[in-house]
């Protein structure tokens, strides 16, 4: 059985940081392509970043390029998503999902099979 589970999510100030983990079980994540993707309260969810399975190739949103940084640990089998100088506008609830090939765009949710619970990032004054 397949289990995504994302950690380090809280209540941050503007300009502070937070790494999130996403541990997966009952799959290999340095097989698959791991995206982040958020959704903030009455909007779609949207693409944060990917890391590809083959080279490690990043993408990232243009809305957090130079603030987010995706990395894997194939060894614990876990993928982080560090995030500095946070914003207001960052606030959202962090997924992370999987699957083992991406055709139409990293940023499609529909592209992956398999997605976590989800962990609440808040940033605020």
């Known amino acids: 059985q397949v289990q995504l589970v994302e950690s380090g999510g809280g209540l941050v100030q503007p300009g502070g940081s937070l790494r999130l983990s996403c541990a997966a079980s009952g799959i290999t994540l340095d097989y698959y392509v791991i995206g982040w993707f958020r959704q903030a309260p009455g909007k779609e969810r949207e693409g944060v970043s990917c890391?590809?399975?083959?080279?490690?190739?990043?993408y990232y949103a243009d809305s957090v390029k130079g603030r987010f940084t995706i990395s894997r640990d194939n060894a614990k089998n876990t993928v982080y998503l560090q995030m500095n100088s946070l914003k207001p506008e960052d606030t959202a609830v962090y997924y992370c999902?999987?699957?083992?090939?991406?055709?139409?765009?990293?940023?499609?949710?529909?592209?992956?099979?398999?997605w976590g619970q989800g962990t609440q990032v808040t940033v605020s004054s």
């Open positions: 999902a999987a699957d083992l090939f991406i055709y139409a765009g990293w940023d499609h949710t529909d592209e992956y099979d398999y």
């Open positions: 890391i590809s399975s083959s080279d490690g190739s990043t």
